[in-house]
């Protein structure tokens, strides 16, 4: 804890020397699972805080974790199960982090129960603007009560986050895992919410559209028991595994529809697969492959062939660390539609029919969400895209959108401004990780007027407003609507295959294949054996 406390101290006097000289600065973590492209001004000093990536205590006692900043899920995972015990919401890729899950959004499978990943924080430790280091707490009558909620998603626009207390729940085994067939849209979107009732009794709740017409919900529940001694488990880490999206869609393609009156017992339901998973590989599932976005590597690299054997050759290059670092590297972020938007259920089908129509992209990721109440950076309840404030808790549809764009700047702008305008229309917000469009008048109407008026409030009680403002960070510079990026090095990057090499060799240099060869939550239990798995279909 002392090398914390000295870490903190210098970070602090750094920024208190900067404040003073009325300096701008960005702050350095070491990596970003942003797709925005960055436009810091050049020579614009950096406050480096990578160092604070450890986790400094896990108490079984209280169920709590005090972990830094860059402490990435992986490693957060790793330091928590040996004590029995895990985050409520853990964020799919390895990579991110603690911090990010609290300065950004994370909303994940266990969402529709437990929120965002910063509900389930108890404290943040933040050097303000000017220096002064501050504990806060989302506790009525917190000193720093304000400061908490209004940093939460706040993309670090009102401080520097270098502590986080965590809270934990306890870990079992393994996640008894459903694959529910739906095939519709609408029936994907009902059968999603049925799997969140509470007399469901599940733990973990996402669905993935193939299509149309082949759609599957997937639902797990925390277990420390196999049904049989034999019974095989499913795991992901390994080379020679499965991707998590192909292994859904191979072992559910030929099942019929699933219905909605199904029992809540669904190993014994028509249209259902049922299989165990051990916990940290249900967590990390979508890391190999990033969900389906590393099938576009293939598409890039053509003629290399997406077959099994290339997935297993190329595995270091196909984990989420080294293909975000190969998607900044090679500038493509520029040509590949990344968006998250948060969704009222009953705009889902509308939305999902757009994506088809006018974009063609499958497959879209469908996550459950109980969401906060507004003002709020993150996706929440709106009165029908016109600003206005809703209930204090709602339930929203994450639907992730990934994939290639058209290959014009010009156009590639145009089709994502195209989409700000549906899903605003349809009453949602979008996760601001992403390639964001909006001019400033809006983006303040959709994230809310109110909003920006508390937020502005807090910036100038926490001295901050000589910090960017969260538009600042998250808005794509163009000259106007229909511009392009500028410079020679984007169209460099543009002219095949230099952009995709060059990503190639910027993962290389980053050494983060080593991370996951050396990760110790990868499943090695049972022999070779229990790594094929084997599902059962009902």
């Known amino acids: 804890m002392e090398h914390h406390r000295q870490a903190v101290r210098l970070v602090s006097a750094t920024v208190r020397s900067l404040f003073e000289r009325s300096e701008p600065y960005r702050i350095w973590h070491g990596s970003t699972n942003s797709t925005r492209p960055p436009h810091q001004k050049a020579g614009v000093r950096v406050v480096d805080i990578s160092g604070l990536r450890n986790v400094l205590s896990v108490d079984a006692t209280t169920r709590t974790a005090l972990v830094e900043p860059n402490v990435p899920m992986d490693r957060l995972v790793e330091s928590t199960l040996p004590h029995g015990l895990v985050p409520p919401v853990v964020m799919e890729f390895p990579?991110?982090?603690?911090?990010?899950?609290?300065?950004?959004?994370?909303?994940?499978?266990?969402?529709?129960?437990?929120?965002?990943?910063d509900e389930t924080v108890r404290s943040v430790e933040m050097v303000l603007p000017?220096?002064?280091?501050?504990?806060?707490?989302?506790?009525?009558?917190?000193?720093?009560?304000?400061?908490?909620?209004?940093a939460a998603g706040a993309l670090g626009t009102l401080g520097t986050t270098t502590l986080l207390e965590l809270n934990l729940i306890e870990a079992k085994k393994f996640v008894r895992t459903t694959?529910?067939?739906?095939?519709?849209?609408?029936?994907?979107?009902?059968?999603?919410?049925?799997?969140?009732?509470?007399?469901?009794?599940?733990?973990?709740?996402?669905?993935?559209?193939?299509?149309?017409?082949?759609?599957?919900?997937?639902?797990?529940?925390?277990?420390?028991?196999?049904?049989?001694?034999?019974?095989?488990?499913?795991?992901?880490?390994?080379?020679?595994?499965?991707w998590f999206y192909m292994h859904v869609q191979d072992i559910t393609k030929t099942l019929p529809s699933s219905s909605s009156s199904s029992s809540s017992s669904s190993s014994s339901s028509e249209g259902t697969v049922t299989e165990y998973i051990p916990l940290s590989e249900y967590l990390f599932r979508y890391d190999r492959g990033g969900f389906w976005v590393g099938k576009a590597a293939f598409d890039f690299f053509k003629p290399v062939p997406f077959n099994r054997f290339f997935r297993w050759f190329l595995d270091d290059f196909m984990h989420t660390r080294m293909l975000y670092r190969a998607l900044h590297g090679s500038g493509e972020s520029a040509r590949f539609i990344v968006q998250d938007v948060g969704m009222p259920y009953e705009s889902a089908e509308p939305f999902i029919n757009y994506v088809s129509d006018e974009l063609a992209i499958w497959p879209l990721w469908l996550?459950?969400?109980?969401?906060?109440?507004?003002p709020s950076f993150h996706p929440h309840l709106r009165d029908g895209g016109k600003g206005k404030e809703k209930a204090p808790h709602g339930e929203m549809l994450n639907i992730g959108v990934w994939g290639w764009g058209p290959s014009d700047r010009n156009m590639f702008i145009r089709a994502n401004r195209a989409l700000e305008r549906r899903v605003d229309e349809l009453g949602g917000t979008k996760w601001l990780y992403a390639h964001t469009y909006y001019p400033p008048s809006e983006f303040w109407r959709v994230y809310g007027s109110a909003h920006q008026k508390q937020y502005e409030a807090l910036r100038q009680k926490y001295l901050a407003t000589s910090l960017p403002n969260v538009y600042d960070k998250v808005s794509v510079k163009v000259d106007n609507d229909d511009a392009v990026l500028r410079g020679w090095k984007p169209w460099l990057k543009a002219l095949w295959p230099i952009g995709g090499l060059w990503g190639i060799w910027k993962a290389i240099q980053s050494k983060d294949y080593m991370l996951h060869r050396r990760a110790t939550w990868k499943w090695t239990g049972g022999g070779d054996e229990a790594k094929t798995g084997k599902a059962k279909s009902a």
Do not use: W
């Open 95 to 117: 990579g991110i982090t603690a911090g990010g899950g609290f300065a950004g959004t994370a909303g994940e499978s266990s969402s529709f129960r437990h929120g965002y990943f």
């Open 367 to 374: 996550c459950p969400l109980k969401t906060p109440s507004g």
């Open 179 to 242: 694959y529910r067939r739906t095939s519709s849209v609408g029936e994907a979107v009902r059968v999603i919410r049925e799997e969140c009732a509470a007399e469901k009794g599940n733990d973990y709740v996402d669905g993935i559209l193939f299509s149309k017409d082949h759609g599957v919900i997937v639902s797990g529940k925390m277990t420390d028991d196999l049904p049989s001694e034999d019974e095989r488990v499913q795991t992901f880490s390994h080379p020679r595994d499965p």
């Open 130 to 150: 000017d220096g002064e280091v501050v504990t806060a707490r989302p506790d009525k009558g917190d000193e720093y009560e304000d400061l908490f909620r209004g």
